[in-house]
């Protein structure tokens, strides 16, 4: 449904060497396992819900119906196509996008690549026809810069 829209805006080069680009669910999901001790207070850690396994079957059709609401996945890759952060997030309602994760690799920080992102991600979201983003922000939610 946003696709057109989408190839408007990405891959985009947001700072020399540095690249965004729109991925599918299954591989935002193989960096952040890979990659997420490094850019984010783990889990555990923060004292966040982990749904327990057994309780999997009986949110199966939550998860269906999530799953239809309209997410963005976006990986940043350096220069030699290694993936150094990432943004996703969702449709909260009808005028709003929740911009669930981001994070940068602590040896990528302060480079001004999360700005340019924004500069390109923000438009985007507006042209889709979204209205408001919103975000959670926590002290705890990043590892110290390199």
Same mark, same amino acid.
């Given at each position: 449904?946003?696709?057109?829209?989408?190839?408007?805006?990405?891959?985009?080069?947001?700072?020399?060497?540095?690249?965004?680009?729109?991925? #599918?669910?299954?591989?935002?999901?193989?960096?952040?396992?890979?990659?997420? #001790?490094?850019?984010?207070?783990?889990?555990?850690?923060?004292?966040?819900?982990?749904?327990?396994?057994?309780?999997?079957?009986?949110?199966?059709?939550?998860?269906?119906?999530?799953?239809? /609401?309209?997410?963005?996945?976006?990986?940043?890759?350096?220069?030699?196509?290694?993936?150094?952060?990432?943004?996703?997030?969702?449709?909260? #309602?009808?005028?709003?996008?929740?911009?669930?994760?981001?994070?940068? /690799?602590?040896?990528?920080?302060?480079?001004?690549?999360?700005?340019?992102?924004?500069?390109?991600?923000?438009?985007?979201?507006?042209?889709?026809?979204?209205?408001?983003?919103?975000?959670?922000?926590?002290?705890?939610?990043?590892?110290? #810069?390199?």
């Amino acid at each position: 449904m946003f696709e057109k829209t989408r190839e408007r805006y990405f891959p985009v080069e947001l700072i020399p060497g540095i690249m965004a680009e729109a991925v #599918d669910q299954q591989t935002i999901a193989a960096v952040w396992a890979e990659l997420s #001790d490094e850019m984010e207070t783990p889990f555990a850690n923060l004292g966040l819900y982990t749904l327990p396994g057994e309780q999997r079957p009986r949110s199966r059709l939550l998860r269906e119906v999530h799953g239809r /609401l309209h997410h963005e996945y976006i990986l940043i890759y350096n220069e030699v196509d290694q993936p150094v952060g990432w943004s996703y997030g969702l449709m909260h #309602d009808a005028i709003t996008f929740f911009m669930s994760r981001s994070a940068i /690799l602590p040896a990528y920080r302060r480079r001004g690549i999360y700005s340019a992102f924004l500069r390109y991600f923000l438009p985007y979201l507006q042209a889709l026809g979204y209205q408001r983003v919103t975000s959670n922000h926590m002290v705890t939610n990043r590892k110290r #810069d390199a």
